[in-house]
């Protein structure tokens, strides 16, 4: 493997899959600076259906061999709210509302629910493709719970909500390393790096 390409759009999460991945010697490039431009339709039923679609979409525009697109489909599941937003996180009350407000109404929501009934997770689906299609995905997750008021000003999206019951803050109180060290996508991110090494790809 000569190089990988991720399939994203999202600045926020290439920044963290850049310091995760940053003590890989391994070129490393966004859709973006590989001059790919593409709408994905994410029209999937869970997380890793969505990843490989980005994945493979991406991947079916590349003409070299030695090339592996990744591609990452996460989100944040409620219990409460019947895992709500889940593979809708980025859609959840438009694309475009900022999340200070989709913040505010999963708050709302969640009035007056208990501790114990207020337990969420992050999930993070990698997917890798290359020439030949699709190699595989696997799931990174953390489990944590929503607060009764947004805190921090690190990470992006849902972070301000999701907080550490180990750390007694939110994931956006955590620093780039902690937060990449525990994240669902930190996770997910290792073992999929650990994966195509043994695949030697
Ligand atoms: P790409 O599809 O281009 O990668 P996207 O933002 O549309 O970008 P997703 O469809 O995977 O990505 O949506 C993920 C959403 O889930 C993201 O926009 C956040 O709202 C939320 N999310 C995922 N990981 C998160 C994290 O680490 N912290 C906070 N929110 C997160």
């Known amino acids: 493997m000569k190089k990988i390409i991720f399939a994203t759009g999202n600045q926020d999460k290439m920044g963290e899959i850049r310091s995760i991945l940053s003590d ?12 790919i431009e593409l709408d994905i339709v994410e029209d999937g039923t869970s997380f890793e259906k969505n990843a490989c679609i980005k994945a493979s979409a991406v991947a079916a525009q590349v003409q070299e061999e030695g090339i592996v697109v990744l ?17 809708y996180s980025a859609r959840y009350l438009g694309e475009d509302t900022p999340y ?19 337990t969420a997770r992050f999930v993070c689906a990698i997917a890798a ?19 009764w008021e947004p805190s921090g000003a690190n990470g992006f999206g849902y ?3 999701f907080y550490l019951d ?3 803050c939110s994931t956006a109180e ?12 930190g996770k997910a991110l290792r073992a999929m790096r650990q994966k195509l090494e043994e695949l030697s790809l």
Do not use: F
């Not at 599941?77 to 889940?86: S, T």
């Not at 200070?100 to 207020?118: A, C, D, Y």
């Not at 299609?133 to 997750?141: A, D, K, L, S």
């Open 24 to 35: 890989w010697d391994m070129e490393l490039q966004s859709m973006k600076e590989a001059g």
């Open 174 to 185: 955590l620093s780039e390393e902690k937060k990449n060290e525990l994240s669902h996508r």
């Open 100 to 118: 200070s407000v989709k913040n505010q109404k999963i708050l709302e929501r969640m009035e007056g629910v208990p501790k114990q009934e207020r």
């Open 129 to 147: 493709a290359d020439i030949n299609g699709e190699i595989c995905v696997i799931r990174g997750t953390i489990e944590g719970y929503i607060g």
């Open 166 to 168: 180990e750390y007694g």
């Open 159 to 161: 972070d301000p909500i």
């Open 71 to 87: 591609a990452d489909d996460s989100g944040l599941e409620i219990d409460y709210l019947n895992k709500e937003p889940g593979i």
